[in-house]
């Protein structure tokens, strides 16, 4: 096995000698923009690691791991258009550089090549792999639209949202590490035992997202912290405040989420005081918890040797405590 280092070199290698077309600039600039922006690149990663740990061709297993990269910045480039985001891993959006329009056609073109990379793999498990991935394309499509909902509901419950980031993050994460496994020759059994622990793997990643996005370092962090607060968005920590507020800090949370003129200076940090208040970052950081334990136990079904178990082991553990 490789250090989690390496095999993020390894995708990110294969990311810069992608070849885009010289024409038309107007379509392939943005793609390659985005994709020079860097990111954790933890999707194609566990892709590798998948593969290695299982005793695979970790080389067969790179331009799939590339796809699915390529796949998972198309979802940002049109997310980032619809939550109209400014700045993404500290640099100007595609839409904001550029425009909605060429941030909508670039997407899809990196659809369209996120699918030719993933289908580059033995012929005999192509069916498994193309059902894989287009499985869990629509399931993300489902969490977004879940998330679209969200916004105009003010009774969303925190198992609701839990299936949301399920459907619209984790699923990926579960992908990414089936699809290793199924490149090296995992049983079915092996690779369902990994892809569950890339589920709750995923679950804890957003959950700790969510926490950043209120405590984190901006510099660290690449986006601008408060960013959820300031668009009222449906997060663990504000669907927990409004089942928790009462009384004056009711009063309070509600002005704020009513206030479409507040300013950030002023609203990031009351909502921010208010969540510590009512206890919202601890019970955050308790499901994080969860989740954590639950993707260790989920990995211990994978029956891995003992040096790949121990990898898997490092990188569920460290998200705990990340900063970024």
């Not at 199924?182 to 035992?193: D, F, H």
Request: proline fraction near 3%; include cysteine.
């Amino acid at each position: 096995m490789l250090t989690l280092e390496e095999y993020i070199k390894m995708a990110n290698d294969e990311i810069n000698a992608i070849a885009y077309p010289s024409a038309p600039s107007g379509l392939y600039s943005p793609i390659a923009y985005t994709m020079q922006l860097g990111g954790k690149r933890l999707r194609p990663a566990l892709v590798l690691m998948a593969c290695d740990a299982f005793g695979g061709n970790v080389e067969r297993a790179l331009r799939p791991a590339v796809g699915l990269e390529l796949f998972h910045n198309f979802t940002l480039l049109h997310d980032d258009v619809m939550d109209n985001a400014d700045v993404r891993r500290g640099m100007p959006t595609v839409h904001k550089r550029w425009n909605a329009n060429t941030a909508i056609l670039s997407g899809d073109a990196m659809l369209s090549m996120s699918a030719q990379y993933i289908g580059q793999v033995d012929p005999n498990i192509l069916p498994r792999v193309n059902e894989l991935f287009h499985r869990t394309a629509m399931e993300i499509y489902e969490g977004q639209q879940y998330d679209m909902d969200f916004e105009v509901r003010n009774n969303v419950t925190i198992n609701e949202y839990i299936e949301m980031i399920r459907l619209k993050t984790s699923v990926l994460i579960g992908c990414a590490c089936k699809l290793g496994a199924i490149i090296a020759g995992a049983s079915a059994e092996k690779a369902q035992a990994l892809y569950d622990m890339g589920l709750s793997l995923g679950l804890a990643f957003q959950l700790q997202d969510d926490v950043l996005d209120v405590w984190g370092d901006e510099a660290s962090f690449g986006k601008e912290i408060g960013g959820d607060i300031m668009n009222n968005k449906k997060t663990y920590l504000l669907i927990g405040a409004m089942q928790r507020a009462q009384g004056d800090d009711a009063i309070e949370l509600r002005r704020w989420l009513n206030d479409s003129y507040a300013i950030r200076d002023k609203k990031v940090p009351a909502v921010r005081a208010l969540y510590e208040r009512l206890g919202v970052r601890q019970a955050a950081n308790a499901a994080i918890e969860h989740y954590n334990a639950l993707a260790l136990e989920s990995l211990s079904k994978a029956d891995l040797p003992k040096e790949a178990h121990s990898a898997f082991e490092r990188f569920i553990n460290g998200l705990v405590g990340r900063v970024k």
